[in-house]
Antibody, heavy 125, light 110 residues
Framework: EVQLVQSGAEVKKPGESLKISCKGS????????IGWVRQMPGKGLEWMGI????????RYSPSIQGQVTISADKSISIAYLQWSSLKASDTAMYYC??????????????????WGQGTMVTVSS | QSALTQPPSASGSPGQSVTISCTGT?????????VSWYQQHPGKAPKLMIY???KRPSGVPDRFSGSKSGNTASLTVSGLQAEDEADYYC??????????FGGGTKLTVL
């Protein structure tokens, strides 16, 4: 089955680091951009960034830039989202999603046609 | 504050049609045909329902349709069914930020 499967829920303390994952299966993972989308409790969707696993070209939302790092290991079809120092305000559900579209040198276009099941990250002291 | 404006709620009876609006500006919805709509049931991941204003991915019923006029995009659900009850989010390309989302609309099937 063509799908994205994310790592499990995490409970962390402020200041801790974290890396969550998103594994693609049954499709050419390296040939599609993978985006990350945040959904805070009871709130809407917010695009965070996107990566092309084939060459690790990465773009970030201006509002997220510097707060997280997106990476990928194309050899095992996994994309990652990581934090070096979590804050309580990072508490949210995080989704990875495959882009039905493309990115050029200056921007990206399209929609997210397949989503992971989500990873809930809770940051609390 | 979301970049795109959606009504917080919408409702209709089974079999009826309901339209959800998504209002942006000339810098996003009004200038690009990269408007998409997502359906999200409680506790579930979003699902793509419409892309590029009015295209349906494979498997999405043709009861779902999209359109755009000026700075406002719309999602119409015809022949409402109980399983259509969900949150719906619009998204548009906005230049420097490729994906801006609306605040979401909770659709209730009465």
């Amino acid at each position: 089955e063509v799908q994205l499967v994310q790592s499990g829920a995490e409970v962390k303390k402020p200041g801790e680091s974290l890396k969550i994952s998103c594994k693609g299966s049954e499709y050419s993972f390296n040939s599609y951009w993978i985006g990350w989308v945040r959904q805070m409790p009871g709130k809407g969707l917010e695009w965070m960034g996107i990566i092309y696993p084939g060459d690790s070209d990465t773009r970030y939302s201006p509002s997220i830039q510097g707060q997280v790092t997106i990476s990928a290991d194309k050899s095992i079809s996994i994309a990652y989202l990581q934090w070096s120092s979590l804050k309580a305000s990072d508490t949210a559900m995080y989704y990875c999603a495959r882009l039905l579209g493309y990115c050029t040198g200056t921007s990206c276009y399209g929609a997210f046609d397949m989503w992971g099941q989500g990873t809930m990250v809770t940051v609390s002291s | 504050q979301s970049a795109l404006t959606q009504p917080p709620s919408a409702s209709g009876s089974p079999g009826q049609s309901v339209t959800i609006s998504c209002t942006g500006t000339s810098s996003d919805v009004g200038s690009y045909n990269y408007v998409s709509w997502y359906q999200q049931h409680p506790g579930k991941a979003p699902k793509l329902m419409i892309y590029e204003v009015n295209k349906r991915p494979s498997g999405v019923p043709d009861r779902f349709s999209g359109s755009k006029s000026g700075n406002t995009a719309s999602l119409t659900v015809s022949g409402l069914q109980a399983e259509d009850e969900a949150d719906y989010y619009c998204s548009s390309y906005a230049g420097s930020n490729p994906w801006v989302f609306g605040g979401g609309t909770k659709l209730t099937v009465l």
